[in-house]
T-cell receptor, first 110, second 112 residues
Framework: RKEVEQDPGPFNVPEGATVAFNCTYS??????FFWYRQDCRKEPKLLMS???SGNEDGRFTAQLNRASQYISLLIRDSKLSDSATYLC???????????FGTGTKLQVIP | EPEVTQTPSHQVTQMGQEVILRCVPI?????FYWYRQILGQKVEFLVS????????KSEIFDDQFSVERPDGSNFTLKIRSTKLEDSAMYFC??????????FGSGTRLTVV
């Protein structure tokens, strides 16, 4: 069974800290992923895509390690507004099927 | 910014009743999806739809579920005979390429 695994947390970090989450996956053929964030009782919102070349957007950096079958998300200079659940998402079947991780909860504290 | 619109935002129904959840995907998107999220649990894929037919469906999407695109804009999810365990947030999503899925704000379904 193909799964996407995440540490549920919560990760409690002070404002300004750097925090990193990992997500492991079991389908060795997967080549692309997404990180989404989800606020409480809201819809998931796309944060960034992750391919073998990695991706960086401001304070956020995502990497894909195909050899060890995990993806990572690094958040630098954490803001209070970064508090959310971060979801690892694996598309498959030509993006027709999607598997979500359980999410990692981040709480940034003042 | 284009949005995926879902109605209603909250639906309460009695067990055994039929419900139809409605979605208006982003107009130039070609692929449509339904997901559900039971409170406190992870988002689960239900079904994908392309070119007026189902592309993929999960084990959850049994004979009680159906999807339809009755016109050029709406995308609906029907649950024929609701059970208590169908209570969840239902998200519609759409995409056009490989840039990710855009989600609607969801319909909270409560079965009593």
């Amino acid at each position: 069974r193909k799964e996407v695994e995440q540490d549920p947390g919560p990760f409690n970090v002070p404002e300004g800290a750097t925090v990193a989450f990992n997500c492991t996956y079991s389908n060795s053929a997967s080549q692309s992923f997404f990180w989404y964030r989800q606020d409480c009782r809201k819809e998931p919102k796309l944060l960034m895509s992750v391919y073998s070349s990695g991706n960086e957007d401001g304070r956020f950096t995502a990497q894909l390690n195909r050899a060890s079958q995990y993806i990572s998300l690094l958040i630098r200079d954490s803001k209070l507004s970064d508090s959310a659940t971060y979801l690892c998402v694996e598309p498959s079947g030509g993006y027709q099927k999607v598997t979500f991780g359980t999410g990692t909860k981040l709480q940034v504290i003042p | 910014e284009p949005e995926v619109t879902q109605t209603p935002s909250h639906q309460v129904t009695q067990m055994g009743q039929e419900v139809i959840l409605r979605c208006v995907p982003i107009s130039n998107h070609l692929y449509f999806y339904w997901y559900r999220q039971i409170l406190g649990q992870k988002v689960e894929f239900l079904v994908s739809f392309y070119n007026n037919e189902i592309s993929e469906k999960s084990e959850i999407f049994d004979d009680q579920f159906s999807v339809e695109r009755p016109d050029g804009s709406n995308f609906t999810l029907k649950i024929r005979s609701t059970k208590l365990e169908d209570s969840a947030m239902y998200f519609c999503a759409s995409r056009v390429g490989e840039d990710g899925y855009t989600f609607g704000s969801g319909t909270r379904l409560t079965v009593v």
